[in-house]
């Protein structure tokens, strides 16, 4: 028995088709992730995305294509976004894949207030942050996220920021909602207000705004967070 050509297509069809749909599932997944700010590679996003696998049905060799062809095109878009930086920001690149998390800090505040055309040692104005150019916040943004496996950087902390109330109007939040958020990226030591520059807490560098300036975050640094692309 030998069943006409179109008539087996289509059934390997059928039987493929629910496959194709997690497949497709899995990829939409996976590029929000990435798209939203997420390293595939840290380890919670991994878990993640394994237990999504495993509901959708989908075997390794299924996922394994499309895990590397997203992440390719990110690690291109990121080379891409580096070269249409204004400023050289190699040498911040190889500071945070150092994990010289310190020094990176003081090197972020050094290539932002270049983009800006000012020299070191100088503050930012509200509406320098609020409109800061997109390419060059998003290259710094995604350099950070790389190579803290998503536990730093702009878009981390406005996401803390947004989870403790703040509106993304460019102002002050307010004290309770600040100290909220303050606390939970580790900008106080103890029971008093400072810089815990040893801290793990996630969204904690890049810090400087100017100087060791998390006052100066909270004079400003929510307009840079209310920031339209970031």
């Known amino acids: 028995l030998k069943l006409p050509k179109a008539e087996a297509e289509r059934i390997i069809t059928e039987a493929l088709a629910p496959i194709e749909q997690a497949k497709a599932s899995y990829r939409n997944a996976l590029a929000r ?11 919670s996003t991994q878990q993640w995305l394994s237990n999504f696998q495993q509901t959708l049905g989908l075997m390794e060799a299924e996922v394994t294509e499309i895990d590397r062809t997203l992440l390719a095109a990110a ?12 400023v050289d920001c190699k040498p911040l690149r190889n500071l945070l894949k150092a994990g010289d998390w310190e ?14 055309g000012k020299t070191s ?5 509200r509406n320098e942050l609020l409109s800061f150019p997109c390419k060059n916040l998003l290259t710094i943004d995604r350099l950070w996220i790389k190579y803290s496996k998503s536990r ?12 403790c109330g703040a509106e993304l ?35 904690h560098f890049p810090l400087r705004l100017k100087g060791t ?8 640094g929510g307009c840079l967070l209310s920031h339209r692309d970031l």
């Open 33 to 43: 992730l990435i798209e939203d700010g997420y390293n595939p590679q840290d380890e």
């Open 75 to 86: 690690e291109q878009k990121l080379k891409v976004a580096d070269s249409e930086c204004i």
């Open 103 to 116: 020094a990176a800090d003081k090197e972020t505040y050094e290539v932002m207030i270049r983009v800006i």
């Open 121 to 125: 040692n100088n503050y930012f104005t």
């Open 152 to 163: 730093f950087g702009f878009s981390v902390r406005k996401k803390i920021y947004v989870e």
């Open 169 to 203: 109007d460019g102002k002050y939040p307010g004290d309770k909602i600040w100290r909220e958020f303050a606390a939970r990226v580790g900008w106080y030591v103890g029971e008093y207000p400072g810089l815990d520059t040893l801290s793990s807490q996630k969204g």
């Open 213 to 220: 300036s998390r006052f100066a975050w909270r004079a400003s």
